[in-house]
Structures are given as structure tokens and as C-alpha cells.
């Protein structure tokens, strides 16, 4: 029975930014726990080879690409996903963007631009999923946050405010939805290998600081997050709502 619980057999799982990184772990990791899964991504080659890798691997996929900050694109998207009958169980809202920048030199499009995409963007989605999801009376919703969700650090103003708001979101989702059978929680990764921080792993300065920091001494692997999405996906996680889960290495703790 303790299997079962995690059991996503059935179900349609649609993860946004999902062409790599962590998005592309989770919805490996969905998938090798049964669900169908629908990628999303705005490179058509590089959706192509993920979706290409996920069927490879004897997993049901198709793919969507809409832009996270263009609401009549995403509206179109969940059109298109209705019209061939395609129903989401599970929305993991992944998407979004980093600017590294002082605040004294953001510009207010710049700041838009991070909070459109990780913010707005994941309300829209998420209001268009739980538009179809509340009629059947369950669904899931796993919003990604971050670190950044708890704490700030300079040169990302715009990025932590957007994780800090996906955090109460999250609840306002849960304090909306929950009656209604839909689990809202969130994942907050702590620093992970990824493109993204490519630049930093490479930094012999902020490497040292990351291991210093984490109390596991090192950065997260994707494969990490894994574990924490099928749970919040599944059964498992009926009664839990409202919640982020931290995958950090103990980084919190310590803080």
C-alpha cells in the first residue's frame, strides 16, 4: 500500500520549463512514477530533444511551448491542451527567469520582466489549471520557489520578491482551492547544479562559500528534487497544503 501512495499511473502531469535542468529532472521523475507528462519550453530544438529523450526512455510526453509572460499565449495553450483532450492532474510550475543586477541599476522593465515571468506567469498558469481542475474536485499544483523565498541576498531584488511572492501565493492558492480538492505547496531548491548556475559553480570564490554554507557541503543535484515532487504529486500529500518544502541541504536551518 505505501507504494501505491506514490502511484501516479493515470495521471497528466504538465511541468513548465521542463526542456532541462530542474524542470526536466522532475518531469523525468514523474514520469518514472507513472504520470503522463507535457513539457513546455520556448527553444523548439531544445524541447524537441527532451521530449525525444523522454519517449526514448519508454515514457508517455508531448510537448507545449508558450511564453510564461504572455497571458493570451498561455490561455491559447490550455485552449489547445482542451482541444485534444488532454487533462491536467498535476501542474509543477517551474518556469522562470535570473537578472543579476543592484537595484540602482534595474531599470523598471528589467524588473518586470523577472516578475512577469516567475511570478505572474505562474499565477496565470496555475488560475488556468485550477480552472479545469476545480470541476473534477482534485488536482495538484507544485509552485518551485527558492532559497529566496525565505531570504534575500543582493544583486537579485526582483528574483527574491518573485519567490518570496510565489511562497504566499502558494498559501493563497490553498486557502482558495483546498475546499475545492486541490493541494497547493511549493518547493524551495537550495543551490543546485544547473545552466543557470553555471557561472557561479564556476566561481572558485562562491563554490567555497555554497559548501561552506550548506550544511551537506555541497550543491544539490536535479535528481534531488525528485523525491519532493512525486510526494507533493501524489496521494501521499492529500492533507498537506499551503506548505514549501525545502530541498536546501540544511541551508535554512542553519541561517
Known sequence: MSVKLFDLSGRTALVTGSSRGLGHAM???????????????????????????????????????????????????????????????????NAGMQLRKPMLELSTQEWRKVIDANLTGAFIVAREAARRMLPRGRGKIINIGSLTSEVARATIAPYAVSKGGLKLLTRAMAAEWAAHGIQANGIGPGYMLTDMNKALIEDEKFDAWVKARTPAKRWGRPEELIGA???????????????????????????
Open 229 to 255: 515532487v512525486i510526494f507533493l504529486a501524489s496521494q501521499a500529500s492529500d492533507y498537506v497544503n499551503g506548505q514549501m518544502l525545502y530541498v536546501d541541504g540544511g541551508t535554512l536551518a542553519v541561517l
Open 27 to 93: 518531469a523525468e521523475g514523474l514520469a518514472a512514477a507513472g504520470a503522463g507528462v507535457v513539457l513546455h519550453g520556448q527553444d523548439a530544438d531544445r524541447l524537441a530533444a527532451a521530449i525525444k529523450a523522454m519517449r526514448d526512455a519508454g515514457h508517455e510526453a508531448r510537448s507545449l511551448r508558450f511564453d510564461i509572460a504572455d497571458e493570451a499565449a498561455i490561455i491559447d495553450a490550455f485552449a489547445k491542451l482542451d482541444n485534444q483532450g488532454v487533462i491536467i492532474d498535476i501542474l509543477v510550475n
